[in-house]
T-cell receptor, first 119, second 111 residues
C-alpha cells in the first residue's frame, strides 16, 4: 500500500503568489516524522521543512510552511511569494519509528509534484 | 562545505561489469541510506544502515550490495549492472529522527 500520496503531478503558479502542494500519508505508527524536499534539475535533494507527529504547531521555515492536519493524515506544503528559483520537483516523505530503539525507520518518498513558477 | 559527498558524479559502466559507488559524510550521522531514482520517479530506498545494523528493503534485487566499513563511508556495489539499473543513486545520512542530508548523487549509465 502506498504510504505517501502526492496527487498533483504538476503545478503552475504565478511569480509572487502562494501555492499549496498536497501530501497525504498512511501509517499506523503513532510516532512519525514528515518531511518536504526540493529537487532542482541538478538532482540534489534539498531539505525544506519537518513536522513531527507530536508537534502541536505547524512547522514554518521562511517562505515554507506545513499545513499539518493529523486527523486527515495530510501534510501540505505552502510556499508563499513564489520565486522563479522555486521551480523544481517537490517530494513529501515520511519516516516511521519502526522501533529501532524507538528512534529510527525508513524514509520513504511520494511520487513528487513538479512546480513551475511563471514570470 | 559539502557534508555528504558522492563519488563519482557520473559513472558509465558496461553491461554486466561490476561497479562501486561511494558515499562519505562529515556529519558523524549514524544512519546512512542508499536510494535509486529513475527519471521522473520518486527515490526508491534500497537499504539503510543504522550504525552497523544493515537493513535491506524486501524488493531490493540481490544484484545490489552495500558495505559500511566505518561511520563515514558507505559503498553501493552493483554486481552485474543491467540496462534497467541506469539511474541516479542518492546517498543520504541522518541522526536519529532528524532530517536526512543528501549528497549530489551519482548518475549511472549502463552501456
Amino acid at each position: 500500500a502506498q504510504k505517501i500520496t502526492q496527487t498533483q503531478p504538476g503545478m503552475f503558479v504565478q511569480e509572487k503568489e502562494a501555492v499549496t502542494l498536497d501530501c497525504t500519508y498512511d501509517t499506523s505508527d503513532p510516532s512519525y516524522g514528515l518531511f518536504w524536499y526540493k529537487q532542482p534539475s541538478s538532482g540534489e535533494m534539498i531539505f525544506l521543512i519537518y513536522q513531527g507527529s507530536y508537534d502541536q504547531q505547524n512547522a514554518t521555515e521562511g517562505r515554507y510552511s506545513l499545513n499539518f492536519q493529523k486527523a486527515r493524515k495530510s501534510a501540505n506544503l505552502v510556499i508563499s511569494a513564489s520565486q522563479l528559483g522555486d521551480s523544481a520537483m517537490y517530494f513529501c516523505a515520511m519516516r516511521e519509528s519502526r522501533g529501532y530503539g524507538g528512534s529510527q525507520g525508513n524514509l520513504i518518498f511520494g511520487k513528487g509534484t513538479k512546480l513551475s513558477v511563471k514570470p | 562545505d559539502a557534508m555528504v559527498i558522492q563519488n563519482p558524479r557520473y559513472q558509465v559502466t558496461q553491461f554486466g561489469k561490476p561497479v562501486t559507488l561511494s558515499c562519505s559524510q562529515t556529519l558523524n550521522h549514524n544512519v546512512m541510506y542508499w536510494y535509486q531514482q529513475k527519471s521522473s520517479q520518486a527515490p526508491k530506498l534500497l537499504f539503510h544502515y543504522y550504525d552497523k545494523d544493515f537493513n535491506n528493503e524486501a524488493d531490493t534485487p540481490d544484484n545490489f550490495q552495500s558495505r559500511r566499513p566505518n561511520t563515514s563511508f558507505c559503498f553501493l556495489d552493483i554486481r552485474s549492472p543491467g540496462l534497467g539499473d541506469a539511474a541516479m543513486y542518492l546517498c543520504a545520512t541522518s541522526f536519529l529522527r532528524t532530517e536526512a542530508f543528501f549528497g549530489q548523487g551519482t548518475r549511472l549509465t549502463v552501456v
